[in-house]
């Protein structure tokens, strides 16, 4: 495999950044998570402006335009020869001294990682996933903003903990008022009649691509989408409940906190939507050339 660091391509053994790179010391960077689907790159363009969007919001400057990030990801994935599969792409703060000051970073380090991907099992998509609502809450707004997608993930990684060690994959984190935010890696909807519903980001989420997707895609199938704020009643008397997120696409769940959702399993909507969004991956996407 050959990885991109700061404009070269190197062989995965030689991927190395240094250990005063503030991305290590402190999560101070951002990242995106991308898919490749039949050779072409899905929804760069998206990505590659929250990266921008999220390092804005950090106060760091890349040293790249986000036309040239675009061209080094569709380079990276050529390289590799990738054809289906993930790209992970870093941008930390850089290299600094010990202490937190960020403008002692001289430049921002880029890395991109084009990858295989590691899905959900199969029949996860047919049965339905289980989660459970966990105690770690979403950021406050004026903490890490939930917007942002830093590098620093020791939040969401708590909460996945919380799930894991209640046996299950996935959980639902609460904002500190209470309301559904999104899973710790993915975002949430709720399914009531014709309408999907699915928190405002403002309620402590990640402006998901695939939420964005699934948003846009759903009218033309006669849905209503509705961004509005949830309580875990929502979800308990909801028609049906599924994540979005692009390494998980659209999954359904079936049980939240060992209550039946729905039927228990995806529901009708939740199939006809991630049906139509893999027909969408086909026609999406800059071709890797
Ligand atoms: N929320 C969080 C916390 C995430 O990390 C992600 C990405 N894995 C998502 C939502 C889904 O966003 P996207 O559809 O852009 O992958």
Not at 64 to 69: K, Y
């Amino acid at each position: 495999m050959k990885v991109y660091v700061n404009g070269r391509l190197v062989a995965e053994q030689n991927a190395k950044i240094s250990v005063f790179d503030h991305g290590l010391l402190y999560g101070d960077g951002v990242f995106e998570g991308i898919r490749v689907y039949h050779g072409k790159v899905f929804t760069l363009k998206r990505h590659i402006d929250r990266l921008y969007r999220s390092a804005k919001a950090i106060a760091l400057t890349i040293s790249m335009t986000p036309e040239e990030m675009a061209a080094a990801v569709v380079k990276t994935c050529k390289a590799n020869k990738l054809k289906n599969g993930y790209v992970r792409l870093i941008v930390t703060r850089g290299v600094g001294t010990l202490g937190l000051n960020p403008y002692q970073c001289k430049e921002s380090q880029v890395i991109i990682i084009a990858a295989g991907i590691q899905l959900y099992p199969v029949e996860l998509y047919k049965e339905g996933l289980s989660i459970v609502t966990v105690g770690t809450m979403r950021n406050h707004p004026e903490a890490i903003n939930p917007r942002i997608k830093s590098l620093n993930y020791l939040n969401n990684v708590l909460a996945k903990i919380e799930a894991l060690n209640s046996g299950v994959m996935e959980c639902v984190m609460l904002n500190p008022q209470g309301y559904v935010a999104e899973a710790s890696g993915d975002n949430i909807f709720v399914v009531r009649g014709k309408t999907l519903i699915t928190p405002p980001v403002w309620c402590g989420a990640l402006e998901g691509i695939t939420r964005e997707v699934v948003m846009e895609l759903a009218p033309e199938l006669g849905y209503e989408v509705k961004e509005d704020v949830l309580t875990r009643y929502d979800l308990y008397t909801a028609d049906e409940v599924f994540l979005t997120g692009t390494a998980a696409e659209i999954i359904g769940v079936g049980v939240i906190d060992r209550r039946p959702i729905g039927e228990g399993k995806p529901g009708p909507v939740t199939l006809q939507l991630a049906e139509r969004f893999r027909e969408f991956t086909r026609q999406e996407g800059v071709p890797i050339q």
